[in-house]
């Protein structure tokens, strides 16, 4: 439907490649340089390494099921555990926030690609080696560190498969790296000239945040993974404490990326939500300045909490208290968000769309997961739990809840824009209910569980814990149940659903404004800003196909 913020003005220089959005199945395994073929390669391929994270996931709650380790042995469980925490972070999350950023962005901002196309598509050609290479790891002799591989446990069990798992993450974090590189400069270099930055998506913003994340953080993991690789294959000693070095150094090089990797998770989503509640409340985001500027300070803070993971290392007490400050700081950018978010929803005009629940379902996850978060910022708090599975429960209401549900949540919404086809609503009200109702079964029974003082990482424990664990084991389950739903709504849809107009949803953003799916270079001419992308509700925006009327309406908004 149209929308009364773009008009179309020829280009001075149009492409000599003729128009056309129809693309066969095998098109996207081909190396291409279109963004929105390598926004898809990601986003199946994110998937994929999904489904085989939770089956690793399905056999780890199989095995806690009871307290012995019967279902496989420590070893095998040590791997699994250690592959399962690897594949979800770095081949789901990662990518998929990644895939939709290279769908969305020059889309979003009325540029024709990336910055870098050949870039663009190397850094995705990166990911399937990385994630093969670490599968494969498993099968020759199996990590067992976890996904930290904190030495000199990584240094003495699987040294192997620990070799592999290292080369791997590096592979991942140089794609990570390239495309956070692109999608920096296309925000700030290819926007169209009638946009200006305060009338930028606010996904543009949240990629911008990430994007710097990414390239502060990720090189000094990258070294602490170097260095350990020379201590694992060469025989020295940056931390390897039988030759004098210290495993400490690398837990604070670990953790200044992989604290920060949260936000790097968590922001492309939190982009994304602001997309979504707008369009489907029929009201302007609440809050736009506050919630784009928010995500450059969760940037900035995200970078000088690292240490309260180490509260139990050796940490002197004044640096406990700063880190402790700090951390409890990041929580006031984020309630910003929330507060924006909820506001959003207030007396909206709410269609209960898939996309909806499952938004609304991404705030009430995280804001569980954020509560426990300053729970474990406080120090007193945070030793009695730690290594306890409240930390477990705490992190994947952060990360499973809130990055599975926004990713789901963003495919539902743009799943229209990327294919042309329009998913199943009631398929979609099925997918929401089992994968809440299963999340939550699965990790609320954690907090208890640690404040009891069961240990994470172990699959042998104390028969007390025997019922709250059959429940997140039956919780599990149903997870992995929740995605059949998923599989063959979006499997069947692409291929027979019902066909989408161009804008579905009403919305107003730059990607809503050409075909669906789009051309090859996305739009016939240069798209020119009249309105914000938030404008819902101000009486001059056009609720209609008729293109007279939606001329007169862009007159009207432009004397407006």
Same mark, same amino acid.
């Given at each position: 439907?149209?929308?009364?913020?773009?008009?179309?003005?020829?280009?001075?220089?149009?492409?000599?490649?003729?128009?056309?959005?129809?693309?066969?199945?095998?098109?996207?395994?081909?190396?291409?340089?279109?963004?929105?073929?390598?926004?898809?390669?990601?986003?199946?391929?994110?998937?994929?390494?999904?489904?085989?994270?939770?089956?690793?996931?399905?056999?780890?709650?199989?095995?806690?099921?009871?307290?012995?380790?019967?279902?496989?042995?420590?070893?095998?469980?040590?791997?699994?555990?250690?592959?399962?925490?690897?594949?979800? #972070? +770095?081949? !789901?999350?990662?990518? @998929?926030?990644?895939? =939709?950023?290279?769908?969305?962005? %020059?889309?979003?901002? $009325? &540029?024709?690609?990336?910055?870098?196309?050949?870039?663009?598509?190397?850094?995705?050609?990166?990911?399937?080696?990385?994630?093969?290479?670490?599968?494969?790891?498993?099968?020759?002799?199996?990590?067992?560190?976890?996904?930290?591989?904190?030495?000199?446990?990584?240094?003495?069990?699987?040294?192997?498969?620990?070799?592999?798992?290292?080369?791997?993450?590096?592979?991942?974090?140089?794609?990570?790296?390239?495309?956070?590189?692109?999608?920096?400069?296309?925000?700030?270099?290819?926007?169209?000239?009638?946009?200006?930055?305060?009338?930028?998506? #606010? +996904?543009? !913003?949240?990629?911008? @945040?990430?994007?710097? =994340?990414?390239?502060?953080?990720? %090189?000094?993991?990258? $070294? &602490?993974?170097?260095?350990?690789?020379?201590?694992?294959?060469?025989?020295?000693?940056?931390?390897?404490?039988?030759?004098?070095?210290?495993?400490?150094?690398?837990?604070?090089?670990?953790?200044?990326?992989?604290?920060?990797?949260?936000?790097?998770?968590?922001?492309?989503?939190?982009?994304?939500?602001?997309?979504?509640?707008?369009?489907?409340?029929?009201?302007?985001?609440?809050?736009?300045?506050?919630?784009?500027?928010?995500?450059?300070?969760?940037?900035?803070?995200?970078?000088?909490?690292?240490?309260?993971?180490?509260?139990?290392?050796?940490?002197?007490? !004044?640096?406990?208290?700063?880190?402790?400050?700090?951390?409890?700081?990041?929580?006031?950018?984020?309630?910003?968000?929330?507060?924006?978010?909820?506001?959003?929803?207030?007396?909206?005009?709410?269609?209960?769309?898939?996309?909806?629940?499952?938004?609304?379902?991404?705030?009430?996850?995280?804001?569980?997961?954020?509560?426990?978060?300053?729970?474990?910022?406080?120090?007193?708090?945070?030793?009695?739990?730690?290594?306890?599975?409240?930390?477990?429960?705490?992190?994947?209401?952060?990360?499973?809840?809130?990055?599975?549900?926004?990713?789901?949540?963003?495919?539902?919404?743009?799943?229209?824009?990327?294919?042309?086809?329009?998913?199943?609503?009631?398929?979609?009200?099925?997918?929401?209910?089992?994968?809440?109702?299963?999340?939550?079964?699965?990790?609320?029974?954690?907090?208890?569980?640690?404040?009891?003082?069961?240990?994470?990482?172990?699959?042998?424990?104390?028969?007390?814990?025997?019922?709250?664990?059959?429940?997140?084991?039956?919780?599990?389950?149903?997870?992995?149940?929740?995605?059949?739903?998923?599989?063959?709504?979006?499997?069947?849809?692409?291929?027979?659903?019902?066909?989408?107009?161009?804008?579905?949803?009403?919305?107003?953003?730059?990607?809503?404004?050409?075909?669906?799916?789009?051309?090859?270079?996305?739009?016939?001419?240069?798209?020119?800003?009249?309105?914000?992308?938030?404008?819902?509700?101000?009486?001059?925006?056009?609720?209609?196909?008729?293109?007279?009327?939606?001329?007169?309406?862009?007159?009207?908004?432009?004397?407006?």
């Amino acid at each position: 439907m149209a929308q009364a913020e773009v008009i179309q003005t020829p280009d001075p220089s149009p492409s000599p490649q003729p128009l056309g959005n129809e693309r066969k199945w095998t098109h996207f395994f081909t190396f291409s340089t279109d963004h929105k073929v390598i926004g898809i390669q990601y986003l199946v391929t994110a998937f994929t390494f999904y489904l085989i994270g939770g089956a690793l996931a399905t056999v780890i709650r199989t095995e806690l099921a009871t307290p012995a380790p019967d279902f496989v042995t420590p070893e095998t469980y040590n791997g699994v555990l250690t592959l399962h925490g690897t594949v979800m #972070l +770095f081949l !789901w999350i990662v990518p @998929a926030g990644a895939g =939709l950023a290279n769908y969305l962005i %020059p889309l979003m901002i $009325g &540029a024709k690609d990336m910055a870098f196309p050949r870039i663009n598509a190397i850094a995705f050609w990166l990911i399937p080696p990385s994630g093969i290479m670490l599968i494969a790891s498993f099968f020759f002799e199996p990590p067992q560190a976890g996904w930290t591989s904190y030495p000199p446990l990584s240094l003495t069990s699987g040294m192997l498969g620990q070799g592999i798992w290292i080369l791997s993450i590096l592979i991942g974090g140089t794609a990570s790296i390239l495309g956070a590189l692109n999608f920096l400069v296309t925000i700030l270099k290819m926007r169209v000239p009638t946009m200006p930055i305060h009338k930028m998506p #606010l +996904f543009c !913003w949240a990629m911008i @945040a990430t994007s710097l =994340l990414i390239l502060i953080s990720t %090189p000094v993991l990258a $070294g &602490a993974l170097i260095l350990l690789l020379f201590d694992l294959v060469a025989g020295t000693a940056f931390f390897n404490p039988t030759g004098g070095g210290d495993p400490v150094v690398y837990q604070h090089m670990f953790w200044f990326y992989s604290h920060p990797a949260v936000y790097i998770f968590v922001l492309p989503l939190f982009g994304a939500i602001s997309e979504v509640l707008p369009v489907h409340a029929r009201k302007p985001i609440f809050g736009y300045r506050a919630i784009a500027y928010s995500s450059l300070v969760i940037s900035f803070l995200g970078l000088i909490v690292w240490a309260h993971h180490m509260f139990t290392s050796g940490t002197p007490p !004044w640096l406990r208290m700063f880190f402790m400050i700090t951390t409890m700081t990041i929580a006031v950018p984020t309630g910003i968000k929330v507060f924006g978010w909820t506001a959003t929803l207030w007396r909206g005009k709410i269609a209960y769309t898939s996309a909806m629940l499952f938004a609304i379902g991404f705030i009430a996850i995280f804001v569980i997961g954020g509560i426990s978060g300053v729970m474990l910022a406080a120090v007193p708090f945070d030793i009695h739990v730690h290594d306890t599975y409240f930390v477990v429960a705490h992190f994947h209401y952060v990360l499973f809840g809130a990055s599975t549900f926004g990713v789901y949540m963003a495919v539902y919404h743009w799943f229209p824009k990327m294919t042309g086809r329009m998913l199943n609503e009631p398929l979609g009200k099925v997918h929401f209910i089992l994968t809440f109702v299963g999340m939550n079964l699965t990790f609320m029974p954690m907090h208890q569980l640690g404040l009891q003082g069961m240990n994470r990482r172990v699959a042998l424990y104390d028969p007390q814990f025997t019922d709250l664990n059959v429940v997140a084991t039956a919780g599990a389950y149903l997870m992995a149940v929740s995605t059949v739903p998923f599989i063959i709504n979006a499997i069947w849809s692409w291929h027979w659903g019902e066909k989408a107009p161009t804008n579905p949803w009403r919305a107003l953003t730059l990607e809503w404004q050409t075909l669906s799916p789009p051309a090859h270079e996305n739009f016939e001419g240069v798209p020119a800003i009249k309105t914000g992308p938030y404008d819902y509700g101000l009486g001059y925006i056009p609720d209609t196909d008729d293109p007279v009327i939606y001329e007169e309406a862009i007159a009207a908004a432009a004397a407006h």
